[in-house]
């Protein structure tokens, strides 16, 4: 016999940590960085038949301080990437960072001087989803995945330690250019 057998019905047991996260994850306000053709399958996402105002993100914000989720939907080019910064910057917190497509993630097929080889040497980027361009629903996919990784987010001191402890596994994890894929 439990606590929650005692308890009359309709009463819902939780911690602020979870209902401060599922808040966070349905009440995403994405602000658009649409770079190349993956922003056409991004604004295809927002359209009614993928239709992400389930998710409550139906408007995307033209302003980076009514944000707090940036899509970066193709490749970034060196003089771009300031801009990226600046408005990644002017983000309130707390903020995530999606990177959409293969050049988003990597550079993709444009490995020369005039292209940024990844979001993720100018912003830390939470989620990463490949594909040339990616579907919309593997958008979707991304979405559902960072709203389980923003409920499962702490909060206070407890956000400090997680924040410890990855940054820890982070500086013990092998470097990727180490890795070795299927091509040995």
Known sequence: MGIEEAL??????????????????????????????????????????FD?????MEVFRPSPRQADLMIVAGRLSQKMAP???????????????????????SGGMFNNYAIVQGVDHIVPVDIYLPGCPPRPEMLLDAIIKLHEQIQETKLGAHRDKQITELEAAALVAEPTSAMKGLLR
């Open 8 to 49: 009359p019905e309709g009463v819902i047991l939780t911690t602020v940590e979870k209902a401060a996260g599922l808040a966070r994850s349905h009440s995403l306000w994405p602000a658009t960085f649409g770079l190349a053709c993956c922003s056409i399958e991004m604004m295809s996402t927002g359209a009614g038949r």
């Open 52 to 56: 992400l105002a389930r998710f409550g």
């Open 83 to 105: 801009v990226l910064r600046q408005i990644y910057d002017q983000m309130p917190n707390p903020k995530w960072v999606l990177a959409m497509g293969v050049c988003a993630s």
